[in-house]
């Protein structure tokens, strides 16, 4: 399952990575965290590709709930995973980005390395949990889709 999940994903995947480059960019150009963390928004990317994922894989992949809500889970973990790759990054190098800004950690000030990659562990697993919710609510959505039967044709 994970290996197909991987495979549906490839367009998100390839939104995630510009977004990622583009936030990254971002920050790194001191462009002020309130002007621009809108922009490239990983948390908005992921939400609305989790529903529409999984409004689309149950019209027209036959996709259960639960595996909606599992392919969901897997977009926000990787998702997850880059936020906390990109955070490591940024105390490593010893930039300020927006992966390290104290109002992305939900901080008023700014954090150390290792708070702030317990803050980020701890998003990547609620966040893929909550992803889950997004996934069978996509589903859901799905409902309104037409079939693939209905695409295409007109009304008599």
């Known amino acids: 399952m994970l290996r197909e999940n991987l495979r549906l994903a490839r367009p998100f995947l390839a939104l995630l990575a510009i977004f990622a480059i ?3 960019t971002m920050g790194v150009r001191d462009v002020p965290y309130v002007r ?3 922009v490239f928004s990983l948390l908005t990317l992921t939400v609305l590709g989790v529903v529409f994922y999984g409004a689309f894989a149950r019209r027209w992949l ?3 709930a639960g595996r909606a809500a599992v392919l969901g889970m897997t977009l926000s973990f990787c998702t997850q995973l880059v936020i906390v790759i990109l955070t490591g990054l940024s105390y490593g190098l010893g930039l300020d980005t927006y992966f390290n800004h104290p109002t992305a950690l939900n901080s008023e000030v700014a954090l150390a ?3 702030a990659m317990l803050r980020r562990l ?3 697993v609620g966040n893929t949990l909550f992803a889950g ?3 069978a609510l996509g589903w859901l959505l799905g409902g309104v889709l037409p079939d693939d039967r209905a695409v295409g ?3 008599a």
Do not use: E, S
Request: overall charge positive; proline content about 10%.
């Open 62 to 64: 036959g996709y259960t």
């Open 36 to 38: 621009g963390h809108h």
């Open 22 to 24: 583009g936030r990254w």
């Open 113 to 115: 390395a290792g708070p």
């Open 122 to 124: 701890g998003g990547l």
């Open 133 to 135: 919710i997004a996934g």
């Open 153 to 155: 044709t007109t009304p």
